[in-house]
């Protein structure tokens, strides 16, 4: 099948149960837990955008009302600011709707990662894409979906992104295995031989685990639909990587990684998401003059 080159769009999966964070996530997706006054769904589908990306399907679950609403017009909101003369908040809310074209896909239990990419399959169609994962943040100064886009279109197949974590902490990830390219100076893409969801320490092939952002060959629907349940009884995108990456290049084969060093935000659990706050609000122009201080003076009391 012939296939275009050029990557057009993407895949936002945010049906997950996000049940790290319950309960503020019983009636609410963690997607819309702000970052400082964004929610962080913002952040992601913006990065989607400036990468050229404006066809967004998002994979909504059971509470996708409130998504939905962020990214539409709000006439009664706007009218009530643009009366006050508050352009400055009207911009902001005007931001979020004009960020690209936005679909929602409805992922109707939530079966796993793979399923939930998989509930794509009509809306993209047979070309590459790229998806992110609604709670996982890239730092909006530092690159990385376009040097994963530009690698796919370069060596074909797919491109993952993957980053070095400490080893305690390789058990919350997918890891790869690059076949020891991992340790040559300067690597920036490396070849994947193999995938492996949240291995236990001593099994970890290497310290480089995966993170949410994914540049996938089309022919990933047709494995992830002869994917069967696996880690945590969920359809795992991990396992479907791992067959495209034994799978030649002519039947849409071999998966690359592109080695971030920049910054990552994590908002998909606790602990993490109240350093990606704190991080994000103390560099904020408006915020962290007065933040930053406070937090010295904070800290000084613990
Ligand atoms: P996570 O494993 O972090 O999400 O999935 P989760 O299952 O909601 O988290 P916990 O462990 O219960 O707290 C990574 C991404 O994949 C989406 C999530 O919304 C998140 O953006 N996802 C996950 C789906 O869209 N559907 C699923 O069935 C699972």
Redesign the pocket.
Known sequence: MSISKRIKKAVI?????????LPATKAMP??MLPVVDEPAIQYVVAEASKAGLDDILM?T?QNKRSMEDHFDRAPVLEATLRDKGDTKKLEAIQYATNLGDLHYVR?GQ????G??VLCGKQHVGYEPFAVL???DLIDARDELLTTMMETQERLGGSVIAVMEVPEDAVSAYGVIDAGGHDKEPGADVVPVHRLVEKPPVEEAPSTLAIIGRYVLHPEIFAELERTPPGKGG?IQLTDALQAMAAKPPEEGGGVHAVVFRGRRYDT?DKLSYIKAVVTLAAEREDLGPELRPWLKEFAQTL
């Open positions: 999966p945010a049906a997950g149960l996000g049940t790290r964070f963690k997607e994979i679950g992922q939530a079966l796993g990662l399923h939930a994962l609604g709670d969920e998909g």
